[in-house]
């Protein structure tokens, strides 16, 4: 049975950081690439963050560059999304999801590309 479990979310003042964890059990965790999604309230699902199987290549939304990281532990199957500078618009549901293909393509933002996700975890930043 495949399980993503999403943890690290929560309330944090503008500036401040967070860091999210994914915990993967009943998949082939080395062998996907990873990514983090997130959902604001009356939006559309929207890219943050994918990294390879290996963790060599990441690549960013455009909301996300330069102020998040995402990395991956392979020997504990865990994803994680470190998020600084955060801003209100940050605030949102945010999900891991487990890439459906053997190789990265040039369709990795879009979430259809996915095909295990999490419950989602709840980021809020105050102003």
């Known amino acids: 049975q495949v399980q993503l479990v999403e943890s690290g979310g929560g309330l944090v003042q503008a500036g401040g950081s967070l860091r999210l964890s994914c915990a993967a059990s009943g998949l082939p965790f080395s062998r996907r690439a990873m990514g983090w999604f997130r959902q604001a309230p009356g939006k559309e699902r929207e890219f943050v963050a994918h990294i390879t199987q290996s963790g060599g290549m990441s690549y960013y939304g455009d909301s996300a560059k330069g102020r998040f990281t995402i990395s991956r532990d392979n020997a504990k199957n865990t994803v994680s999304l470190q998020m600084n500078s955060l801003k209100p618009e940050d605030t949102a549901v945010y999900y891991c999801?487990?890439?459906?293909?053997?190789?990265?393509?040039?369709?990795?933002?879009?979430?259809?590309?996915?095909?295990?996700w999490g419950q989602g975890t709840q980021v809020t930043v105050s102003s």
């Open positions: 999801a487990q890439y459906r293909s053997l190789y990265t393509s040039s369709a990795y933002y879009l979430p259809q590309e996915y095909n295990y």
